[in-house]
Every structure is written in C-alpha cells, then in structure tokens.
C-alpha cells in the first residue's frame, strides 16, 4: 500500500513541477534538478528493492536509513546550488546598480 501511495505522490510531484514551469513559475534550468529527483523517487517507488541492494553494498542494515541519508545529501547539494546562484544575482545587481549610477 506505501509503495502505491510513493508512486502516486511522485507521479503528482513531477506533475506539479511541470506545471510550475508551463506557468513560469520556475526556470527550465531549474525544474530539470527537481524533475530528476521525482524520477528517481519514482524509480524507487516502483522497484523498491533498488534501496535494499544498495543498501547491502554499503552494508547499511536498515534500507530507509539510507533514504534518510540519500535526501539529507541531495539537500545539502541543492541548497549549495542556490547559494551560488544567489551570489551570481547578487554581484550582477550590484554591477548593475554601479552601471545606473555612472551613467547618471
């Protein structure tokens, strides 16, 4: 019954996402991480023994601990994505703001 309700709920993300991106709410270039991450969790959802045998070659003994981990980890690495996507806006409106106000 979880496995359905996994492959139901990932469906739905990835649904959700691309409505993002038809209504602009979000870039291409950013949905294609989210879009990835959903495929990958319907991808577990669907065959779930995946997590189990990854988690014997890492000889993990609880199979969800390593889901835990495995999102915990794509988190950390998006969130270092946006960080450098900020600070790229961020210097380019400052050089903006320097551009205006040399012209003026």
Sequence with gaps: MIYKFAIAGSILFILFIL???KKEKIDEKYSI???IFGIIILAISI???????IA????????????????I???IIYIVHITIVITKQNKMIIRLNQEIRNTK
Excluded: A, Q
Excluded at 56 to 71: A, K, T, V
């Design 56 to 71: 014997n070659i890492f000889e993990i003994y609880y199979p969800p601990s390593l889901l835990l981990l495995l999102g």
């Design 73 to 75: 980890i794509i988190l």
């Design 19 to 21: 409505y993002l991106v």
């Design 33 to 35: 991480l989210w879009l």
């Design 47 to 53: 065959f779930p023994k995946i997590i189990e045998y």
